[in-house]
């Protein structure tokens, strides 16, 4: 697979210029700001491809172009560098064991949490990936000393704060700008954390992060006294804050209804506040298994919270004054749950059989969950404390299945392409936060499926898909990535059918699974 990696290095180092798309420009910025928040942003992304370069080449991948890349059993790979697109050849089967890749959501709230406590922590197993690049960039212009392994890219050491993050310059007038690509695990997290310190600061990113919201938790920090907002018109990103360091403490009541990532925020940031919190949720929480990760990964770190009702109700939680983070020495991060997905629907598509390693039934992860809805379909799943392992007898179909996805938002999208090779329809319910992600995911979801021969009924947080006739999909589809990793991934997935998919910007897997290809192939025929 190294020809793979230097192929898809030809595609990233191919991209000279960025472009924003018109309907993706922050219609209330002046023609100025924006012409040069563009050139930033060229300048930024540039930044990103060279790093990815820098990633493969230090894998030994060479930096010679290719053209294709055979998999050890059959299924290839063929690259179209002038296009920046990616065939994948028909897959028969998938088998084998992968090892997963260490958690995005995860990977983020370590560093985060291991650059507030008292102590110095190593972190082992984190993610390479430019999400957690943008994270620990963010803690370099912080300050936060961060030692590289210079043995093991996935190990780092970060020499904690012992409160909160200061800028640099805290009694500089002038801003301390951060920019954080299209990472929300960067860019919710770190609004928070730094409106606990002294110092202004702006967080901003590439412009899909200007189109995600993050008004319910600017709302929250102001109730808890912090100087900080966002783009009034929008209620998302740039966010502008203005920290002096003297939050007493206090309440506040926030939506849970856009993403868990607010609630989740402002529990990390929490324990740096001089006395109580309690944050209460006033309507709905959706994918609280995410907020458990939270609090569970908090505890470690020595805080505890305290639960106050029902996690599928209107919970609140309370941090004492108390609580104060103090390191665990080393932690090691969990495999990736989200990208477990991919895997474990294909041995349940094609009637292979695969174990992914790093997430099992011990796991703080809600995507593990993916599995048991592969086994509603038709699969058959064993599960192991760090493992999963999943097949299907070729003698049972799979089947449509009516599922609430609230919990598993990201596995979900796998889902809709599993959805093609089921009988029946399929109903995925509750996932109104797959239209605030990375793209507009239920608009991609309904897009990509139609082409490749689905019929889809669109609603405003769920979808229903009506598989193609005799689960046949479309020959040679080119799938639409939308610069958004968990699409390409998803719809590779297409080639299950026995036919070719075309992957449109194979790169942008690099967001958070740079090595996904390599390792689908790994376990093709």
């Not at 993916?370 to 760090?386: I, L, S, Y």
Request: glycine share 8%; net charge negative; proline share 5%.
């Amino acid at each position: 697979m190294r020809t793979l990696a230097a192929a898809l290095l030809s595609v990233l180092s191919l991209t000279n210029a960025f472009t924003i798309p018109t309907h993706h420009q922050p219609s209330s910025l002046s023609s100025s700001f924006r012409t040069t928040t563009m050139l930033e942003m060229a300048s930024k992304n540039k930044q990103k491809i060279a790093s990815r370069s820098k990633w493969a080449e230090s894998r030994g991948f060479g930096d010679a172009p290719a053209t294709a890349a055979d998999s050890s059993s059959g299924m290839t790979f063929e690259l179209d560098s002038e296009k920046n697109q990616l065939t994948v050849t028909p897959i028969k089967s998938l088998d084998g064991t992968v090892t997963l890749p260490g958690s995005k959501s995860l990977s983020n709230r370590c560093l985060l949490l291991a650059a507030l406590s008292d102590g110095n922590t190593k972190v082992q197993n984190l993610l390479e990936s430019d999400d957690i690049r943008y994270m620990l960039e963010a803690l370099d212009t912080l300050q936060v000393p961060v030692e590289r392994d210079e043995d093991d890219a996935t190990s780092v050491t970060v020499t904690g704060q012992a409160g909160p993050i200061n800028s640099p310059t805290p009694d500089d007038d002038e801003s301390l700008e951060l920019f954080l690509g299209n990472a929300g695990t960067a860019m919710r997290p770190l609004a928070a954390a730094l409106c606990m310190g002294k110092g202004n600061f702006v967080l901003d990113g590439v412009p899909r992060m200007r189109e995600r919201p993050i008004a319910d938790l600017i709302d929250g920090l102001k109730q808890l006294g912090a100087d900080v907002s966002c783009v009034e018109e929008t209620g998302c990103p740039p966010v502008t804050i203005k920290a002096n360091g003297l939050l007493q403490g206090g309440s506040a009541s926030i939506s849970g209804k856009m993403s868990s990532q607010f609630l989740s925020s402002l529990l990390m940031a929490s324990p740096l506040i001089d006395g109580d919190v309690t944050i209460t949720i006033k309507d709905e929480l959706i994918s609280a298994p995410y907020v458990s990760l939270t609090i569970g990964l908090m505890k470690k770190f020595g805080v505890n919270v305290q639960i106050e009702g029902d996690m599928d109700g209107t919970p609140s939680f309370i941090i004492k004054a108390e609580e104060k983070y103090n390191s665990p020495s080393s932690i090691l991060v969990e495999g990736d749950a989200s990208s477990a997905s991919y895997f474990l629907a294909g041995a349940a598509i094609t009637g292979g059989t695969v174990t992914v390693r790093g997430c099992g039934s011990e796991s703080v992860q809600g995507d593990v969950a993916f599995a048991n809805v592969m086994e509603q379909m038709g699969a058959t799943v064993t599960w192991a404390p760090e493992s999963i392992t999943i097949t299907r007898d070729p003698a049972v179909k799979l089947k449509g299945v009516d599922v609430d996805c609230g919990k598993i938002p990201d596995a979900a999208m796998t889902l809709a392409v599993a959805a093609l090779f089921a009988e029946g329809p399929t109903t995925i319910r509750n996932v109104y936060s797959w239209r605030l992600k990375e793209t507009e995911r239920m608009k991609a979801i309904v897009a990509e499926c139609t082409k490749l021969g689905a019929t889809v009924e669109e609603f405003e947080d769920y979808c229903i898909i009506h598989p193609p006739v005799d689960n046949k999909v479309n020959e040679n589809v080119v799938i639409e990535t939308y610069d958004d990793h968990r699409m390409a991934m998803t719809f590779s997935l297409a080639a299950c059918g026995g036919v070719d998919v075309i992957i449109d910007d194979p790169g942008c897997t690099g967001k958070t699974f740079p090595t996904y290809f390599e390792m689908l192939g790994s376990i093709a025929s």
